[in-house]
T-cell receptor
Framework: DTAVSQTPKYLVTQMGNDKSIKCEQN?????MYWYKQDSKKFLKIMFS???????INETVPNRFSPKSPDKAHLNLHINSLELGDSAVYFC????????????FGSGTRLTVV | KQEVTQIPAALSVPEGENLVLNCSFT??????LQWFRQDPGKGLTSLLL?????REQTSGRLNASLDKSSGRSTLYIAASQPGDSATYLC???????????FGTGTRLTVIP
């Protein structure tokens, strides 16, 4: 029974395409996040949602748009994909805004060709 | 801005050795610090979570300590096994922030 699940696990697409990554958590957490892991394996926050409300929007191109239809879901839509968007994207969730630890999904490896 | 550093970047040890991984951070105003394990091509598995009021946490062969005032945490692995080979990441939740700040990771290889 997966706690934080992301789909798809792998995504290979051409430059200029639009794609979405979905995330769902069944932990009852109130905050969800998107992190990006670059080629050097460094993880950095992209977005944070608390009870469907955007809390953090780091310096990310506006081609990236998160959407939270409800507390248990946070999707990431990417328009006009570029080569530099290739990375692993992780979804995470936490209770109490992160003060009781975070749970991560297994990641989505995006490759733009 | 919070900066988290992990030393060493890579570590190779023979099976059975005890080892220590280090994590340092620049801003001591944190709620908690969390250690994760990441296997190649996989997600992050939470190992230990230390709240700011705690000094250490233990789980099996793992022991994590936290010294907030000096901005340091260590992860101690006892009697290392080949299955411990992975990248270990520390991350902290800074007070007033709403996300985790990650370190650069330590890639551990345990040689049979």
């Amino acid at each position: 029974d997966t706690a934080v699940s992301q789909t798809p696990k792998y995504l290979v697409t051409q430059m200029g395409n639009d794609k979405s990554i979905k995330c769902e958590q069944n932990l009852g957490h109130d905050t969800m996040y998107w992190y990006k892991q670059d080629s050097k394996k460094f993880l950095k926050i992209m977005f944070s949602y608390n009870n469907k409300e955007l809390i953090i929007n780091e310096t990310v191109p506006n081609r990236f748009s998160p959407k939270s239809p409800d507390k248990a879901h946070l999707n990431l839509h990417i328009n006009s994909l570029e080569l530099g968007d290739s990375a692993v994207y992780f979804c995470a969730s936490s209770p109490l805004g992160g003060r009781r630890g975070y749970t991560f999904g297994s990641g989505t490896r995006l490759t733009v060709v | 801005k919070q900066e988290v550093t992990q030393i060493p970047a890579a570590l190779s040890v023979p099976e059975g050795e005890n080892l220590v991984l280090n994590c340092s951070f620049t801003d001591s105003a944190i709620y908690n610090l969390q250690w994760f394990r990441q296997d190649p091509g996989k997600g992050l598995t939470s190992l230990l979570l230390i709240q700011s009021s705690q000094r250490e946490q233990t789980s099996g062969r793992l022991n994590a300590s936290l010294d907030k005032s000096s901005g340091r945490s260590t992860l101690y692995i006892a009697a290392s096994q080949p299955g411990d080979s992975a990248t270990y990441l520390c991350a902290n939740h800074q007070t007033g922030a709403n996300n985790l700040f990650f370190g650069t990771g330590t890639r551990l290889t345990v040689i049979p």
